[in-house]
């Protein structure tokens, strides 16, 4: 890659983890739908995505280290730093998942199960975090998260799929930072 090119991906990446970064305020806005500890739509994920499934000179590097940048600039605003080691483990998994699905299917309509999936994968990492902190039993909620998993990943992959579905300019100039 040429210099400007670097530049242009950079801004970009920086753009994306402000994008990733907002979501994540909003949605700490919203009051809970369901008295489940966890249970969240996980709008902080769908720039994540995009990334991963845009094409062209963005790859799962990129991804992942948007996400790391959100992760722990979403720790130092909410002034929960234990929140770092819940989301670090929780996205480790996700992206994770998000990379092998990537692998596996190769078909547009992939964002729909990736979704799914690594919302599933992205509750299962910040469960284990909890089980390291505090006890066997938070594997209790693991039925509810999977119920949630299911609803929020299948809306979140959906939105990713209409938005890489028809390659609009805006998207095109993204995909090869044009």
Not at 113 to 123: E, K, L, R, V, Y
Request: aromatic content about 10%; hydrophobic content about 55%.
């Amino acid at each position: 890659m040429n210099k400007k090119t670097n530049i242009r991906k950079l801004v970009l990446s920086a753009l994306f983890a402000a994008v990733s970064l907002t979501l994540f305020l909003i949605e700490s806005m919203i009051p809970p739908v369901v008295p489940i500890p966890g249970v969240k739509i996980g709008l902080a994920y769908i720039p994540i995505m995009l990334i991963m499934f845009i094409g062209g000179k963005w790859k799962t590097y990129d991804a992942a280290l948007v996400l790391a940048v959100r992760v722990i600039l979403s720790a130092l605003i909410s002034g929960n730093l234990t929140s770092v080691y819940f989301s670090a483990l929780g996205g480790l998994f996700s992206i994770l998942t998000m990379a092998v699905m990537k692998l596996i299917i190769k078909e547009k309509w992939v964002t729909i199960p990736t979704g799914i999936f690594s919302a599933t994968a992205h509750n299962i990492g910040q469960l284990t975090a909890a089980m390291t902190l505090y006890s066997v039993t938070v594997w209790a909620y693991l039925p509810y998260l999977l119920i949630s998993a299911v609803i929020t990943g299948f809306f979140c992959g959906m939105l990713v799929y209409l938005l890489t579905k028809k390659e609009v300019q805006i998207i095109r100039n993204i995909k090869y930072l044009s």
